[in-house]
């Protein structure tokens, strides 16, 4: 039985969803280096979470790696956020269904608005200082203004990888940029592994020049509902999903 949930120390729409999606267990905040000693019944969501320094059994619901470094010990595996997770952790291919965010499809329907801006742009958290422009939509902001805000657009550019996601959600052309690769470099192996329950190849671009990108319909619900699915099963006492 679940009882703690993982909550990242970041001020950001991305980690700060598992606040939304975990409602109803305990928030063990990550702010320690290593992932140790933590209460049986602890689950990982959202975030580049397995890796290394995970040193006690969680259930894992729509993590993902970095591409580099994967955790020494067995877990319990629900899903995963993708196909190069699943390939890095020597999972079957039944476990890369999508990030967990995409479990939430409804609830960022029920925050919609009519499109009024054509452009949206979302910096990672770490570019939110380098970047002024009247088109920002600051990761920062509570999660709920945050849809809000990314509904209102027509087309999303964005360096933080949930916006993408939320974007796709909510049927709005999204693209890939890169707005200060010094301060923020492009987590590429993040990004595809996302995009490969989508079928998408994520390509980047930056301000001035980008390509737009959107899921196929069928594909989006295929993943949205079977994470949906998951997410209900690992928390039967969650009625928000």
Same mark, same amino acid.
Request: hydrophobic share 40%.
């Given at each position: 039985?679940?009882?703690?949930?993982?909550?990242?120390?970041?001020?950001?729409?991305?980690?700060?969803?598992?606040?939304?999606?975990?409602?109803?267990?305990?928030?063990?905040?990550?702010?320690?280096? =290593?992932?140790?000693?933590?209460?049986?019944?602890?689950?990982?969501?959202?975030?580049?979470?397995?890796?290394?320094?995970?040193?006690? +059994?969680?259930?894992?619901?729509?993590?993902?790696?970095?591409?580099?470094?994967?955790?020494?010990?067995?877990?319990?595996?629900?899903?995963?956020?993708?196909?190069?997770?699943?390939?890095?952790?020597?999972?079957?291919?039944?476990?890369?269904?999508?990030?967990?965010?995409?479990? =939430?499809?409804?609830?960022?329907?029920?925050?919609?608005?009519?499109?009024?801006?054509?452009?949206?742009?979302?910096?990672?958290?770490?570019?939110?200082?380098?970047?002024?422009? +009247?088109?920002?939509?600051?990761?920062?902001?509570?999660? +709920?203004?945050?849809?809000?805000?990314?509904?209102?657009?027509?087309?999303?550019?964005?360096?933080?990888?949930?916006?993408?996601?939320?974007?796709?959600?909510?049927?709005?052309?999204?693209?890939?940029?890169?707005? +200060?690769?010094?301060?923020?470099?492009?987590?590429?192996?993040?990004?595809?592994?996302?995009?490969?329950?989508?079928?998408?190849?994520?390509?980047?671009?930056?301000?001035?020049?980008?390509?737009?990108?959107?899921?196929?319909?069928?594909?989006?619900?295929? =993943?949205?509902?079977?994470?949906?699915?998951?997410?209900?099963?690992?928390?039967?006492?969650?009625?928000?999903?």
């Amino acid at each position: 039985m679940l009882t703690h949930y993982l909550s990242w120390h970041a001020n950001n729409f991305g980690d700060r969803l598992n606040d939304y999606i975990f409602q109803g267990l305990k928030s063990l905040a990550f702010r320690v280096p =290593v992932l140790k000693n933590l209460p049986n019944g602890t689950a990982l969501g959202l975030g580049t979470l397995l890796n290394h320094k995970v040193l006690s +059994d969680c259930t894992i619901l729509g993590s993902g790696t970095n591409g580099e470094q994967v955790p020494g010990i067995d877990l319990n595996y629900s899903f995963v956020r993708g196909r190069l997770t699943a390939e890095k952790l020597k999972l079957p291919k039944k476990y890369a269904v999508g990030d967990t965010a995409f479990g =939430v499809r409804s609830y960022f329907e029920s925050l919609a608005c009519k499109q009024i801006q054509e452009i949206g742009i979302i910096p990672h958290y770490q570019n939110l200082p380098v970047i002024q422009d +009247d088109r920002i939509i600051r990761v920062d902001m509570p999660y +709920d203004q945050f849809i809000k805000r990314v509904s209102q657009c027509k087309i999303i550019l964005t360096e933080a990888m949930h916006g993408a996601i939320l974007a796709d959600c909510l049927r709005i052309p999204w693209a890939p940029v890169s707005i +200060d690769s010094k301060r923020y470099p492009i987590p590429r192996f993040k990004w595809n592994d996302f995009t490969s329950v989508l079928d998408i190849v994520p390509e980047w671009g930056d301000l001035t020049a980008y390509k737009l990108h959107l899921s196929e319909k069928y594909r989006l619900d295929k =993943v949205s509902n079977e994470v949906n699915e998951r997410l209900k099963t690992a928390l039967p006492l969650s009625q928000h999903l």
